[in-house]
């Protein structure tokens, strides 16, 4: 059975340009609710822990380093089958490949700069979410 929640950021470059609120409105019209929110900024040390399954692949360092790099938004949204709907919804990793009106072709600028993070599974929405947000602070 598909979960009901996943875990989003809004990624450095796209916060640098001003995206938030573009890309909260596409949040909204998907029909996903906001159940945490909260502006922050990752360490390199929180970034290599969050990106952990990646440490072994070439671009983790080149990844720790844009995610560190300035503030990000991190969400956690609902929504029946939360983690697949995201996924459809952001687009394909790189904007360049991603269909026409999803967030990553209207708000990504590369491959590594692609405006949003979505988790790639039901267990890593979890984890993912536990990573940024205690029970107290969703709803």
């Known amino acids: 059975m598909s979960g009901n929640k996943t875990l989003i950021m809004i990624k450095p470059t796209a916060v640098r340009k001003a995206y938030i609120g573009p890309i909260m409105g596409k949040i909204a019209e998907g029909g996903f609710k906001i159940k945490a929110m909260k502006y922050t900024c990752l360490s390199i040390e929180q970034a290599k822990a969050f990106y952990a399954v990646h440490s072994e692949r070439p671009f983790f360092g080149e990844l720790t380093e844009f995610m560190s790099s300035g503030p990000i938004v991190a969400a956690i949204l609902e929504k029946d089958n939360a983690v697949e709907e995201w996924r459809n919804f952001i687009g394909a990793t790189n904007p360049a490949e991603a269909a026409e009106g999803t967030i990553r072709k209207l708000y ?32």
């Open 108 to 139: 990504g600028t590369s491959l590594g700069e692609n405006a949003v993070h979505g988790s790639d599974s039901d267990e890593n929405a979890e984890i993912e979410g536990n990573f940024f947000f205690s029970a107290t602070e969703r709803y």
